[in-house]
């Protein structure tokens, strides 16, 4: 699609996101079953749940722009969840693990808050007040998910991946 105005441009990073928010439903649920932590088994089950809620927010956007819900490709999620599947099948079910889902977690998020905040400020210039709000809305929560996520790694799981690697080697 051409894109010739500020609205079809906000509307192409609206479909990037839908698409890469449903590849994120799946993706969130295939790397909870991998993770080994029960806590971080839950923070990621935790944001699944919050993640279908960003699928319903675009939906609503495109309701409000009286167009119909269409994804558009996302690469750039398509391969963040490639790395992480990656991690998953070259490491045992371990703390290891767990620390290798974490940073492939928190790329992911950190692509979202950039994504969000961009889609959020051309709501704002294009004066879209339900999508701001919305956009909004759903920037917190990848925000708290990625803090959540870094403050697992660096409160315990990284020094059990230390210790039980370290240990394993010897
Ligand atoms: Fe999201
Ligand atoms: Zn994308
Ligand atoms: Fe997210």
């Given at each position: 699609m051409k894109i010739e105005t500020?609205?079809?441009?906000?509307?192409?990073?609206?479909?990037d996101l839908y698409d890469a928010e449903q590849r994120l439903v799946k993706a969130l649920r295939d790397m909870a079953e991998a993770a080994t932590s029960p806590q971080l088994r839950q923070a990621i089950e935790s944001?699944?749940?919050?993640?279908?809620g960003h699928v319903d927010r675009l939906e609503r956007i495109f309701n409000?722009?009286?167009?119909?819900?269409?994804?558009?490709?996302?690469?750039?999620?398509?391969?963040?969840?490639e790395e992480g599947e990656t991690i998953v099948s070259d490491t045992d079910a371990s703390p290891l693990r767990d620390a290798g889902i974490i940073a492939a977690a928190n790329?992911?998020?950190?692509?979202?808050?950039?994504?969000?905040?961009?889609?959020r400020?051309?709501?704002?210039?294009?004066?879209?007040?339900?999508?701001v709000s919305l956009l909004e809305q759903t920037l917190q929560e990848e925000k708290?998910?990625?803090?959540?996520l870094t403050y697992f790694a660096e409160s315990m799981?990284?020094?059990?991946?230390?210790?039980?690697?370290?240990a394993m080697r010897r």
């Open positions: 500020m609205e079809d441009l906000f509307l192409e990073q609206i479909k944001h699944w749940k919050e993640t279908k409000d722009l009286q167009t119909k819900p269409k994804g558009e490709t996302c690469d750039a999620m398509k391969g963040l969840i790329r992911v998020e950190h692509y979202e808050i950039a994504a969000y905040g961009s889609a400020t051309f709501a704002l210039t294009l004066g879209l007040s339900t999508a708290n998910a990625d803090k959540k799981i990284n020094n059990e991946a230390l210790k039980t690697s370290t």
